[in-house]
């Protein structure tokens, strides 16, 4: 049984989108147990479209919902206690649920996480991993937005976490990891990328397999399992990925609107288009995982419908069942049983003076 | 007349490209008059392939080509005064060509342009700006990999070189200028980045129309004409999304593949999916063009045919008749004129001490 608290007030539709997502979950993984935290008017006649999910789940009302366009401070100080997003996360906390899906506000929820599970021991910074359609596949791609910029320690706290995560999901013995950089040479600058180079290159772990700096078309093309890099630049790379996909359907939707020929040749090739359609498809990916919190928390797309809802819950259920919280916790223990602490370090060298 | 200098060492192929280029680009703008800078001996077998392009340039021999996988310090000792880089941009230092053109490696190249031609008054750092095709027609990014990270008055410089290029590639009276952020706000960190916005805003320039910030997927969009950004963030959004382009159509490819009716599909619609894929062809907008130093020098990418060199070349020889130097040194000055210089100020306030 794998439990999974659920904002279901969260995204631009709110329980519309987030309990037909967690009813289609529910059928393809019947053993989750679902906590539903809502407004009860609002959910109560939408759970019964679903009654398979309304009998199996569990529905706590809550008065306050987030916003979508709410800043996180704002919505700290009006949801936190009360409103279905903490609850949410706070079900994880009490060890009521194994993981929280939310499709609401990313800013909101990344707060009212920190706040709520607190940071894990040995790791500076949360990050958001994103998963990543690629030639070879996917790749999980960190952090996507939780902070801005990264020193070297925090970015070799991203490869650990990534690489547990890329065990889990894609039940990978020892994933290639690679920092994103640009191919530019003895350039100025970064040199927290290099630094991260230089430490999980000395480190050798047995738990990723570092591959060294990769390349922004190297996400695409699956060069590594896990690309590292600061959430600014990583939530770009992501959005002009996202952006170019987007653009390159429609110029080919009205350019084969110009002809009948192409029409009936777009006709004749749609398994083709729809395949490549299905293998780019964001709701596919959809699920960005928060790493590096005392609990697992999925962010799903904001603008979502009930299909990706399901593939963020699908995303949330593999992580639990394939142990990330463990094996993120074993991987952060190994690596730093191996350093002196900086700590005892200085106070060594302060005791011998 | 149009005076342009080429390195015609420069590129995985060499003369064999950069030859064919110019002769393609002469046949379409018989007002360039080319100043070639290459080993005589691999060039001239080339250049009597295209007679025409013979007899209207200038040839000189140059002993040392600089090679791709060069370091730029390398470079710029080997190189310096004698390569053919080196003596495309010194002939507009010199005032005997209007801009020089090269597929060498984008670090040397700028090396050498740097220490060549020097920055421009007023401008702290060059950058390199992108032509990024968009579903509103074209924009310019910048920088794409000139440097890594800048102050908020390096990008305030972009800002306004960016404009001037928009003014000089597209013949916009007021080009819309946007700065690239993450959508989360109160998040700590590039403060540069909101720094840039106030000053932008503050300033009200004429020149340009400040729309304030983008996000990732707005390049693709073209929700402004120029998107601003530091070096290393550009180089991996552009480079993200020229992978995801290169991502979909061998996704499309292989699918088309599979079975006979979609191959037949694709025949029928091939001329939608050229089109696309002409709208998308990196070789038309080839051509990062180098701004902010004394002088304009045109990178072509390294691996591109003699198609997109002719693309390297117009863009250098629109920049040229349209004025773009001019341009960018009258906005410079008339920005900074409005500005109390900060050591002026300083000393201002340290004789009132």
Redesign the interface.
């Known amino acids: 049984m794998i439990r999974i608290s659920l904002d279901a007030m969260g995204g631009d539709f709110g329980p519309e989108v987030s309990l037909e997502g967690a009813s289609r979950a529910l059928t393809r993984q019947p053993d989750i147990q679902f906590i539903l935290y809502g407004q009860e008017a609002e959910c109560r006649p939408i759970l019964n479209k679903y009654p398979k999910l309304r009998d199996k789940s569990v529905f706590h009302h809550c008065e306050v919902a987030i916003r979508m366009d709410e800043?996180?401070?704002q919505a700290l100080r009006r949801g936190r206690y009360s409103s279905s997003m903490w609850k949410a996360i706070e079900a994880v906390k009490l060890g009521e649920a194994d993981v929280a899906v939310s499709a609401g506000n990313?800013?909101a929820l990344m707060a009212m996480s920190k706040f709520c599970l607190r940071t894990m021991s040995n790791v500076e910074r949360p990050a958001i991993a994103g998963i990543w359609?690629?030639?070879r596949g996917e790749s999980i791609v960190l952090d996507v937005?939780a902070?801005?910029?990264a020193d070297s320690q925090q970015l070799l706290d991203f490869a650990l976490m990534g690489g547990a995560m890329a065990r889990a999901l894609f039940e990978i013995r020892r994933p290639t990891v690679g920092l994103?950089n640009?191919?530019?040479?003895?350039?100025?600058?970064?040199e927290e990328v290099k630094e991260a180079g230089r430490l999980l290159r000395e480190a050798n772990l047995d738990t990723i397999n570092y591959h060294g700096f990769v390349?922004?078309?190297?996400?695409?093309?699956g060069t590594v399992d896990v690309v590292v890099?600061e959430?600014?630049?990583g939530?770009?790379?992501?959005?002009?990925?996202?952006?170019?996909?987007?653009?390159?359907s429609?110029?080919?939707r009205a350019?084969?609107k110009?002809?009948w020929?192409?029409?009936?040749?777009?006709?004749?090739?749609?398994?083709?288009?729809d395949?490549?359609r299905e293998?780019?498809d964001p709701r596919k990916v959809n699920g960005g995982v928060f790493l590096g919190l005392n609990g697992i928390v999925i962010k799903s797309h904001g603008g979502t419908d009930g299909e990706g809802y399901a593939a963020a819950i699908k995303v949330g259920y593999d992580m639990v069942r394939n142990g990330l919280f463990e094996k993120i916790e074993a991987d952060l223990k190994k690596y730093h049983a191996l350093r002196v602490p900086p700590s005892d370090a200085q106070e060594e060298t302060a005791g011998t003076l």
């Open positions: 800043k996180p401070s990313t800013g359609p690629t030639l937005g902070t801005i910029g994103l640009v191919g530019v040479e003895e350039i100025k600058g970064q390349e922004g078309d190297d996400i695409g093309k890099t959430g600014f630049t939530n770009i790379a992501l959005k002009a990925a996202e952006g170019t996909a987007r653009q390159i429609e110029f080919l350019s084969i110009r002809t020929i192409a029409q009936l040749g777009y006709l004749l090739a749609k398994s083709a288009f395949r490549v293998k780019m």
